[in-house]
């Protein structure tokens, strides 16, 4: 059965044609002509570019300003300097994390996101107050925004005692994935940190998502052993490294090596194009058959004043510090936002094929590849057939 058509759009910048959506919300047929569907609703795309929504891979959303008044922040050298003024600053919000969520997805859903995986603070100062903030926002948003909770133990694990007993009872609580956190560099314990981060996973039975900072052989070696673990404990295709900033200094014959193991650990990669840090080298991890995904990470939080959790502009970043100058450069930072974060995350292809959940949204332009460039504002975001932002 028919639900809507969506008439006079251009999947992907290409030749107008129509979509049509069934009562399941996924794509039963395109290019047809509207007339065939007396009575069928049509949305008149106007001509608009159809692109897949987006699909932020790491974000942060628990400890964001979104919504508040401007916050002036204080300058920090060290990791350890952000991590204590992003307690203070944390504690300080006057709206509640689920408050502040909200506002953020409201935003991230109007500029065509339709899912995140969300690194939310595991800590003694909060216990697991803003998991359980981010799971009463993300309840708001269900059928709009997918949203898979990682307990992050933003504060270090045996270094804050008592913070393994809060990533467990996160998970119980509904948190999707444990956390973890430069095991050498904040922890100094590369064994005990992921000791007890495997272990929680492989007894939850959910997947991890680690952050990792450290650069040169000491990140190289974490990964590695992240992966030799994976590959012991059986959570291949469940285990995500985020930044990874060493794989980005790494000689290319050492990346291969990595590449290699990240493959047959079936690990994904995050990375987040900010200006200031490395870009893992996506394109060569991507040939070598590892996934990698975008994220926008902090959102206007004690950590930086940027961010705004709109995935097209991050694509526009990771664009820009990338270098990107031909078409195909420019649209590949894109698919490293739809395509592969969808693959990331374990979520279906939204590519408009027959079959596909019809999320997408409608945006003004020529190309895609100027749509990257220029971020027009999406005049329309759909979600499985129905329209969630636009269209007045
Ligand atoms: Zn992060």
Not at 298 to 319: C, E, Q, S
Request: with cysteine; net charge negative; aromatic share 6%.
């Amino acid at each position: 059965m028919v639900n809507v058509m969506y008439a006079n759009v251009r999947p992907f910048g290409g030749p107008p044609t129509t979509l049509l959506v069934g009562a399941d919300g996924c794509i039963v047929a395109t290019g047809l002509a509207p007339e065939l569907y007396p009575g069928v609703r049509v949305v008149d795309g106007g001509g608009a570019l159809a692109l897949p929504s987006l699909v932020d891979a790491h974000l942060h959303p628990d400890g964001t300003r979104w919504s508040e008044p401007w916050l002036s922040r204080k300058s920090g050298t060290s990791l350890e300097e952000f991590i204590a003024n992003d307690v203070e600053v944390h504690l300080s919000a006057t709206r509640t994390v689920a408050e502040r969520a909200v506002a953020l997805m409201a935003h991230a859903v109007s500029r065509g996101t339709r899912a995140w995986r969300a690194h939310v603070d595991v800590a003694p100062p909060y216990g697991t107050g803003n998991v359980e903030g981010v799971l009463e926002a993300a309840e708001q948003f269900r059928g709009v925004l997918d949203v898979q909770i990682v307990a992050f133990p933003q504060l270090g694990i045996l270094r804050e005692p008592g913070t393994a007993e809060l990533l467990e009872r996160s998970i119980r609580m509904g948190a999707d994935l444990v956390g973890g956190l430069d095991p050498v560099g904040i922890d100094n314990d590369l064994d005990g940190h992921l000791d007890v981060i495997f272990g929680i996973a492989e007894r939850a039975g959910v997947g991890l998502d680690i952050h990792l900072h450290e650069r040169g052989d000491v990140g190289l070696h974490e990964v590695e052993e992240i992966a030799r673990r994976t590959i012991r404990s059986g959570l291949g295709g469940r285990v995500t490294v985020g930044h990874a900033f060493c794989l980005a200094n790494a000689d290319r014959e050492r990346l291969l090596r990595v590449a290699d193991l990240l493959r047959e650990a079936d690990i994904g990669v995050t990375t987040c194009g900010l200006g200031h840090y490395p870009v893992v080298p996506f394109r060569e991890l991507l040939a070598e058959g590892v996934r990698v995904a975008l994220g926008t990470d902090a959102v206007r939080d004690a950590w930086t004043p940027f961010g705004d959790a709109d995935m097209l502009r991050r694509v526009h970043y990771l664009a820009y510090v990338t270098g990107a100058i031909t078409d195909g450069e420019l649209e590949d930072c894109f698919d490293l936002a739809s395509r592969q974060g969808a693959r990331l995350l374990g979520l279906p292809p939204a590519n408009f094929a027959v079959g596909d959940p019809a999320d997408f949204f409608l945006v003004p332009g020529e190309s895609l590849a100027q749509v990257v460039v220029d971020c027009p504002l999406p005049t329309h975001v759909v979600r499985g057939g129905n329209l969630v932002s636009g269209g007045a």
